[in-house]
């Protein structure tokens, strides 16, 4: 009976765990009111096309160990915008180039994205680094993608054209508000993407989000 009464304890502290993550995480947003063109400090979200998902974390998916805190990051079919699903784009510390209207971010300049400042107790940052034996995404061992506690150069990214032979002459145009476009992390050179995997979580069943490159027969680059 005593043996009952703890699971039962337990039982209900797990669920009051998991209603309290669900009520933090799935506050709504106001996202920002766009220009035309994407700004620093932009609260926004980050929509993948093909899977009609946006992507999202969760702080309850520990995922790193005593030297980095890392935490899990998915695509959600729920494309409302939540305190886990909205975005501040900013600016790389270390960016050294110069820009005419350097309130907009532009095609190849590098930044973070960070979490909402009502989502978790300190900022969080998307985070990639070089696939390992040991170390890559949990269902399609790509490269794996999570947010991090730290600001540092596994968490810069940038914002390249679709189409491979545009990304030269529009480097330096300002980013256009929901125009198609490739966010590749700055370290590696790969692209975030999210795949065709489901990734099971408090959340329901979500995409996988890694970073990779979609390549064809012969090794080049996609569109």
Not at 123 to 128: A, D, G, R, V
Not at 149 to 173: F, I, N, Y
């Amino acid at each position: 009976m005593a043996e009952y009464v703890e699971k039962k304890e337990n039982g209900e502290l797990a669920i009051l765990k998991i209603s309290s993550k669900l009520a933090g995480s799935l506050q709504p947003v106001e996202l920002s009111r766009a220009d035309g063109y994407v700004d620093f400090n932009d609260i926004m979200m980050v929509h993948n096309i093909g899977q009609n998902a946006s992507l999202a974390v969760d702080v309850g998916e520990f995922m790193g160990d005593e030297n980095q805190q890392l935490y899990s990051t998915t695509a959600s079919t729920d494309n409302s915008p939540y305190t886990r699903s909205a975005f501040r784009i900013v600016r790389y510390k270390n960016e050294t180039r110069e820009y005419r209207e350097p309130h907009y971010l532009h095609y190849g300049e590098q930044f973070h994205l960070v979490t909402h400042h009502e989502f978790h107790r300190v900022p969080l940052y998307l985070y990639s680094t070089l696939k390992t034996t040991g170390h890559s995404s949990k269902l399609a061992h790509e490269q794996l993608v999570a947010m991090s506690t730290k600001a540092d150069w596994s968490t810069v990214w940038q914002v390249l054209p679709v189409k491979p032979t545009e990304r030269r002459t529009r480097e330096g145009d300002p980013v256009p508000v929901n125009a198609p476009v490739i966010i590749s992390h700055c370290s590696t050179n790969m692209m975030l993407m999210a795949l065709n995997f489901k990734y099971a979580n408090v959340f329901g069943n979500e995409f996988e989000v890694a970073s990779g490159k979609k390549l064809d027969k012969h090794k080049a680059e996609l569109d």
